[in-house]
Nanobody
Framework: QVQLVGSGGGSVQAGGSLRLSCAAS????????MGWFRQAPGKEREGVAT????????DYADSVKGRFTISQDNAKNTVYLQMNSLKPEDTAVYYC?????????????????WGQGTQVTVSS
């Protein structure tokens, strides 16, 4: 059983930066793919970025390309989401997720393991 603990959310003004962290524990084969998803009030959950922890291959939502970077520290079993040039529309609860494969940013329901969520609020 994979357990994910996310952290690093907070409040920031537009144009600012935040870094989210997601520490994973449990069978590593079950977290070959790790990702970040977000859900704003009244909206569906959406994919932000995913990374294959073996190859480092990444995928990003168009809305965050060039602003967000997903990375990993395999020694710490931790995945990060560096968020720069934040916009008010980035405001949401951010969740980290894991599974043995990446199912695509628009298929969040396939991911088996989820962290508890961390709030990111961007003010204009």
């Amino acid at each position: 059983q994979v357990q994910l603990v996310g952290s690093g959310g907070g409040s920031v003004q537009a144009g600012g930066s935040l870094r989210l962290s997601c520490a994973a524990s449990g069978p590593t084969y079950s977290s070959n793919c790790m990702g970040w998803f977000r859900q704003a009030p009244g909206k569906e959950r959406e994919g932000v970025a995913t990374i294959y922890t073996g190859s480092g291959s990444t995928d990003y939502a168009d809305s965050v390309k060039g602003r967000f970077t997903i990375s990993q520290d395999n020694a710490k079993n931790t995945v990060y989401l560096q968020m720069n040039s934040l916009k008010p529309e980035d405001t949401a609860v951010y969740y980290c997720a894991a599974d043995y494969r990446c199912y695509g940013l628009n298929m969040w329901w396939h991911f088996s393991y989820w962290g508890q969520g961390t709030q990111v609020t961007v003010s204009s």
